[in-house]
C-alpha cells in the first residue's frame, strides 16, 4: 500500500497556477525572496495530489531548483501542464562514484554536504547564501533517499531510468535556466530527450540565479509562459 504524505506548502497570489519546487536539504522558505505571488498563484511542493486539491483543473507552470528540477520533469512526464522551468539542474546525471555513495550513507555525510554545497553560491550575494545555510536541513535519510538512483544504479539502468523521466507529451514547453556553466554538448543532449526545449544561461553565475536577481527570473518566468 502506498502512503501518502502530507506536504508543508503554502497558497499565495492570484492568476494563473505556477507549482514552485525548491531544491534538496531545502524548503519553501527558498522560494520567499523571489516575488512570484505577485504575478501568479503559487505553491511549493511536487505532489500532483496537491495539486489536484486546489479543484480547478488548471495545468500549472512547473518550476524546479535543483533536484526540484528533476521532480518538475518528472511530474510533466505523468500529469498536464503549461510548462516546465528546471533551474540549475542537469538532467545528464552520472551513477556517483563508490566513495561518494559510502559518505552519503555514512557518518560523514553532514561535512560532505556542507563543503559540497559551498562551490554553488558563486555570485549569490553572501548575506543570502548565509540564510540558505541557516534554513539548510541535512537530513541523511531524505538525501539518500531522493539520490537513490545515482547511488544504486548503475550506467545502463540510470540511463533508461533518465530516460523515462524525460520522456515528456510532444510540444510540452520547455526551459533549462542555468547560472553555473553548461555547454553545448549538453543543449544538444537535452533536445534530443525533449525536443524544443530552451537552454538558457542566467545573468548571475550561482547555482541560486532566482536568488541572485529574483525581479529578473519572474520576469523571464512570465515571458516563458506567455510564449505561444
Same mark, same amino acid.
Given at each position: ?17 505556477l ?5 534538496? $536539504?531545502? #524548503?519553501?522558505?527558498?522560494? /520567499? ?8 498563484? $503559487? @505553491?511549493? *511542493? /511536487?505532489?500532483? &495530489? ?5 479543484? #480547478? ?6 518550476v ?9 520533469? =518528472? ?33 560523514? +555525510?553532514?561535512? +560532505?554536504m ?5 562551490? +554553488?553560491?558563486? &555570485?549569490? #550575494? ?6 540558505? /545555510? &541557516? ?12 539520490? $537513490?538512483? @545515482?547511488? /544504486? ?6 540511463? =533508461?531510468?533518465?530516460?523515462? @523521466? ?10 533549462? @535556466?542555468? *547560472? ?6 549538453y ?11 530552451v ?6 553565475? $550561482? ?9 529578473? +527570473? ?11
Open positions: 500500500m502506498t502512503r501518502t504524505v502530507p506536504l508543508s506548502h503554502d497558497i499565495a497570489g492570484a492568476g494563473p497556477l507549482v514552485a519546487v525548491h531544491g534538496i $536539504t531545502e #524548503d519553501r522558505r527558498s522560494w /520567499d525572496r523571489v516575488p512570484l505571488a505577485e504575478h501568479v498563484r $503559487t @505553491l511549493a *511542493g /511536487d505532489v500532483h &495530489e496537491l495539486v489536484a486539491s486546489l479543484g #480547478d483543473g488548471e495545468p500549472p507552470l512547473v524546479g531548483h535543483s533536484f526540484g528540477g528533476v521532480v518538475a520533469t =518528472a511530474y510533466a512526464s505523468r500529469f498536464p501542464v503549461r510548462g516546465v522551468v528546471d533551474v540549475d539542474q542537469r538532467l545528464d546525471v552520472a551513477p556517483l562514484p563508490e566513495q561518494v555513495a559510502q559518505t552519503m550513507r555514512g557518518p560523514g +555525510f553532514e561535512d +560532505f556542507r563543503s559540497f554545497f559551498r562551490p +554553488f553560491y558563486g &555570485e549569490l #550575494d553572501p548575506a543570502v547564501a548565509a540564510e540558505l /545555510d &541557516e534554513h539548510r536541513q541535512l537530513r541523511q535519510d531524505v538525501v539518500a533517499g531522493a539520490w $537513490t538512483p @545515482l547511488l /544504486d544504479l548503475g550506467a545502463p539502468e540510470l540511463t =533508461a531510468w533518465m530516460r523515462d @523521466l524525460t520522456t515528456l507529451p510532444p510540444s510540452t514547453a520547455y526551459l533549462s @535556466l542555468h *547560472g553555473l556553466p553548461v555547454d553545448e554538448g543543449a544538444t543532449w537535452l533536445r534530443a530527450q525533449i525536443p524544443g526545449a537552454v538558457e544561461t542566467a545573468p548571475a553565475a $550561482t547555482h541560486y540565479p532566482h536568488l541572485a536577481d529574483p525581479a529578473w +527570473f519572474v520576469q523571464r518566468l512570465i515571458a516563458f509562459d506567455a510564449a505561444p
